[in-house]
C-alpha cells in the first residue's frame, strides 16, 4: 500500500524486506553501530522461515520514498502474542486484559529475537531526521488506528533515538542487559588485574577446566569459517533450547545455513573440540560482530563438559575481543553467570504508546515508579560485583 503525504514523499508499508533493494536499505542501516538493522539479517529471518504470520510474526515494515530513493525505513512486525522479544510485557497484557480491552495485536520495532541495543528508524544521511521520524510515527500512529492494534513498541532502542521519540510522547522503560566493556586492555591478563584475588583465581581455574577435560577452542571469522560449521550451528542452538529454553527455538535449520555466504563477513564462531578429533566440533558459541561491537548469539555443546560454557561464550570471546580492538561485547540474554565475568549490569530503554486511554493513562502515571525500582536494582547489582574498584557509574534516565 502506498500513500502520499507530501508532494515530495510517498509511504509505503511492505509484507516482507525483499520488496525493497538490498542496496537501498543497506544505505541506511550500514551507516549505524548494530548489524541487526542490516538487510541481510533481516531478509534471512523472513526467507528461512523464522518469521512468519503462523508463528505470530508479521511482517509490515514501513518505508519513506523521495521519488523512487529510499530515505526512511522502519523494520515492524504485527504481533499475536509476546514471544521472542526478551522485554516481558505480560504484566501490561494481564493488566490490559482485566480492563476488558484487547492487547494482541500490537505493533513492534525490533529486530526479531534479537536482545541486542541499537533498534532505531533507518533514516538516509543528510535527511531531516526530526521531520521524516516525524512523518514515520504519524503512518503509523494511523496504521495502528486503522487496523486496531493496541498500541507501538520499540524494544532495545537506540540511546541516540530515544530522546526524539519521547519528545514524540512515547513513553520510556527502563531494563538492563550485562555488557562488557574494553577499558583499554591489552591482553586477556589486563581483563584479569579488574577482579579481586578470588575471582582472578577462580576465572583461571575455570579455563583450565576446558583443557582438564580434553577439550581446546579455535575461533573462525568471517573466511576463515569452513562452510561445514553453519549447520553444526543449528544443531548446537537446538540442542541448548530443548535443554534449557523450552518453546524458544525461533530459528530454523535454514535460517544458519543461510548465512554462508550472504552474512559470513558478520560471524566469529568459537568451536570446542577434543584433543582426537579436529574435525567434529563438541561445543560451539556464535557471535555477530560489527565495527568495535561483538554479539553473542547462541551457544550449546553435546555433552556437559566443566566450564566450556564460560570459555566458549565469555573468555575466548574476550580475548578476541581484545586482540581486535573490539570496544563493547554483547553476550545476550541473561546475566546469571555474566555479572561475576566482567559484565555488569547496563541500562537499556525500550519505548511504548498504547492507543486505549485508559491504558495510556496508567502507563504514564506508573512507568517513573516502574523505572525507579529497576533502576536500583541496577545500582545494586553492580555494588556486588567482584571486582578491584567499583567504577561503574551509569546514567539511568
Not at 155 to 160: E, K
Not at 165 to 170: S, Y
Amino acid at each position: 500500500m502506498v500513500e502520499q503525504i507530501k508532494p515530495q514523499y510517498s509511504l509505503s508499508w511492505i509484507s516482507t524486506i525483499a520488496e525493497i533493494p538490498q542496496l537501498a536499505w543497506n544505505e541506511l542501516a550500514k551507516p549505524l553501530n548494530t548489524p541487526f538493522l542490516e538487510w541481510e539479517w533481516l531478509n534471512n529471518i523472513e526467507t528461512s522461515g523464522s518469521v512468519t504470520p503462523r508463528a505470530g510474526w508479521q511482517p509490515c515494515h514501513l518505508a519513506v520514498w523521495r521519488n523512487s530513493q529510499l530515505i526512511g525505513a522502519a523494520p515492524l512486525y504485527i504481533k499475536g502474542h509476546s514471544y521472542g522479544e526478551f522485554v516481558f510485557d505480560h504484566q501490561w497484557a494481564d493488566l490490559s486484559h482485566r480492563l476488558g480491552v484487547e492487547y494482541y495485536p500490537k505493533l513492534l520495532g525490533m529486530t526479531p529475537f534479537t536482545p541486542a541495543v541499537g533498534y532505531r528508524f533507518l533514516i538516509a544521511p543528510g535527511e531531516d531526521e526530526e521531520q521524516i521520524t516525524e512523518i514515520m510515527v504519524a503512518a503509523i500512529d494511523n496504521f495502528c488506528d486503522r487496523n486496531r492494534l493496541s498500541g507501538c513498541n520499540f524494544l532495545f532502542v537506540d540511546p541516540d533515538w530515544r530522546e526524539m521519540m519521547e519528545n514524540l510522547g512515547f513513553q520510556s522503560w527502563l531494563h538492563h542487559g550485562y555488557i562488557w566493556s574494553n577499558n583499554n586492555f591489552n591482553s586477556f591478563d589486563d581483563y584479569l588485574k579488574m577482579f579481586n584475588t578470588n575471582q582472578r583465581k577462580n576465572i583461571k581455574r575455570e579455563r583450565k577446566a576446558v583443557t582438564k577435560a580434553g577439550l581446546y577452542t579455535k575461533t573462525y571469522v568471517g573466511e576463515e569459517i569452513p562452510a561445514y560449521l553453519y549447520p553444526e550451528i543449528y544443531r548446537f542452538y537446538s540442542n541448548t533450547c530443548d535443554k534449557f529454553y523450552w518453546g524458544s527455538k525461533y530459528l530454523t535449520r535454514k535460517f544458519f545455513q543461510q548465512l554462508y555466504p550472504n552474512y559470513s563477513d558478520r560471524v566469529l564462531l568459537v568451536v570446542a573440540y577434543t584433543q582426537e578429533d579436529d574435525r567434529n566440533p563438541v561445543g560451539m558459541s556464535f557471535c555477530v560482530h560489527k565495527g568495535d561491537n561483538l554479539y553473542g548469539r547462541y551457544w550449546g555443546c553435546e555433552a556437559e563438559y566443566d566450564c566450556l560454557h564460560f570459555e566458549a561464550c565469555y573468555y575466548k570471546p574476550i580475548e578476541w575481543a581484545i586482540e581486535n580492538g573490539i570496544k563493547m561485547y554483547d553476550p545476550g540474554a541473561g546475566g546469571r553467570h555474566k555479572k561475576r565475568r566482567g559484565f555488569p549490569a547496563t541500562p537499556n530503554h525500550s519505548l511504548h504508546r498504547f492507543y486505549n486511554r485508559r491504558m495510556s493513562q496508567i502507563l504514564r502515571n506508573y512507568i517513573g515508579e516502574v523505572n525507579r525500582m529497576e533502576g536500583e536494582e541496577i545500582v545494586a547489582i553492580n555494588n556486588n560485583l567482584p571486582f578491584n574498584k567499583q567504577e561503574i557509574n551509569f546514567d539511568l534516565n
